[in-house]
């Protein structure tokens, strides 16, 4: 019997920010804390990149793509998860013809990390309540 491969998860969603506000948002570490977790720098590709969401719940990855300003890919993989189960996560920032901006989420490798659909489907629970947060916050700092 075939099993259907778990699908990756594809969020995007629009700010009234310049793409530069809304990539600073992604990807500066305390831009990153107002509406996600403590983060590491973004280095360059092959360096490590660090999310700490506190009390031991780590995640940790390797940057494997980098275009700054437009997009950032960085393994994903929680750090106590036994088995580990390394996902790739890929933001891509748009510019928007009204002077806004699109963040697009994909998180994907579930099949090759050996993640089944619940484990995929709290991702996106996660994240879509994150992004909203994102959202919403970058609405802030556009009336400011």
């Known amino acids: 019997m075939d099993v259907a491969p778990v699908a990756p998860i594809r969020l995007v969603i629009r700010a ?3 793409a530069e506000v809304a990539w600073a948002y992604v990807t500066d570490p305390d831009r990153v804390e107002e ?3 403590a983060a590491s720098p973004v280095g360059a590709v092959g360096e490590s990149y660090v999310l700490d969401f506190g ?12 275009e700054p300003g437009r997009r950032f890919a ?34 994907e490798g579930w099949d090759e990390a050996g993640a ?21 916050l970058l609405g802030d700092v556009a009336t400011t």
């Open 116 to 136: 089944d659909d619940a484990i995929r489907d709290d991702h996106e629970a996660y994240w879509s309540g994150y992004l909203d947060d994102l959202r919403d």
């Open 35 to 37: 509406w996600f977790t």
């Open 74 to 107: 960085h393994h994903w993989a929680w750090l106590d998860a036994e088995p580990r189960q390394e996902t790739l996560v890929t933001w891509i920032v748009r510019p928007l013809d009204d002077g806004g901006s699109e963040i697009e989420l994909v998180h």
């Open 16 to 18: 009234p920010v310049p």
């Open 55 to 66: 009390e031991g719940s780590v995640v940790q990855g390797t940057i494997v793509e980098l």
